[in-house]
T-cell receptor
Framework: KAGVTQTPRYLIKTRGQQVTLSCSPISGHRSVSWYQQTPGQGLQFLFEYFSETQRNKGNFPGRFSGRQFSNSRSEMNVSTLELGDSALYLC?????????????FGQGTRLTVV | AQTVTQSQPEMSVQEAETVTLSCTYDTSESDYYLFWYKQPPSRQMILVIR??????QNATENRFSVNFQKAAKSFSLKISDSQLGDAAMYFCAYRSAASGGGADGLTFGKGTHLIIQP
């Protein structure tokens, strides 16, 4: 079965712009989480969606937002981009929200802000 | 909040040898899950092995095994018979066993870059 699909794979944006990243989870998975990966901060939890509701949010400013659709696909949006938002954004899908449930990751979207 | 520490930024091992990657964590919870993820150059994170904190038996998956020391809050990964395909970044991760997996998703360490020498 198809894995987690993230689009686009690469993105270059200018400071001040906004961006939307997309994640299609594995079929049947209802939980989608987003992570930001940078060389300095490593992997940091952004937020988690389950059944179209944001369940948890990491320590990121309000410029970072997301949503989940009825088919479990998720999008994250970053407004008023800053240079520091340059990162690899990873999406992970899980069957449910249990702590031990395996998270399957996509290949990420590499965002560069210039 | 919990933290995960990987003290080895880089490790190198000869092909077919055994290597151990270290991980320590800090938490006030008694029930949780620990994971090792592998991230090859393709960037896709792949689950290597999972350990449930309430299980004393160390998890094993083929050539991969862990040494879980709950009291010491230590969770090391041993890779036996290292292969060229094992070369990657390895991340240790923690997740609460609280309802819904806790509020913080997966908490990752900074990673260890594993180099396999042919």
């Amino acid at each position: 079965k198809a894995g987690v699909t993230q689009t686009p794979r690469y993105l270059i944006k200018t400071r001040g712009q906004q961006v939307t990243l997309s994640c299609s989870p594995i079929s049947g998975h209802r939980s989608v989480s987003w992570y930001q990966q940078t060389p300095g901060q490593g992997l940091q939890f952004l937020f988690e969606y389950f059944s179209e509701t944001q369940r948890n949010k990491g320590n990121f400013p309000g410029r970072f937002s997301g949503r989940q659709f009825s088919n479990s696909r998720s999008e994250m949006n970053v407004s008023t981009l800053e240079l520091g938002d340059s990162a690899l954004y990873l999406c992970a899908s899980s069957l449910d929200r249990g702590g031990g449930t395996e998270a399957f990751f996509g290949q990420g979207t590499r965002l560069t802000v210039v | 909040a919990q933290t995960v520490t990987q003290s080895q930024p880089e490790m190198s091992v000869q092909e077919a040898e055994t290597v151990t990657l270290s991980c320590t964590y800090d938490t006030s919870e008694s029930d949780y899950y620990l994971f090792w993820y592998k991230q090859p150059p393709s960037r896709q994170m792949i689950l290597v092995i999972r350990q449930e904190a309430y299980k004393q038996q160390n998890a094993t998956e083929n050539r991969f095994s862990v040494n879980f020391q709950k009291a010491a809050k230590s969770f090391s990964l041993k890779i036996s018979d290292s292969q060229l395909g094992d070369a990657a970044m390895y991340f240790c991760a923690y997740r609460s066993a609280a309802s819904g997996g806790g509020a913080d998703g997966l908490t990752f360490g900074k990673g260890t870059h594993l180099i396999i020498q042919p």
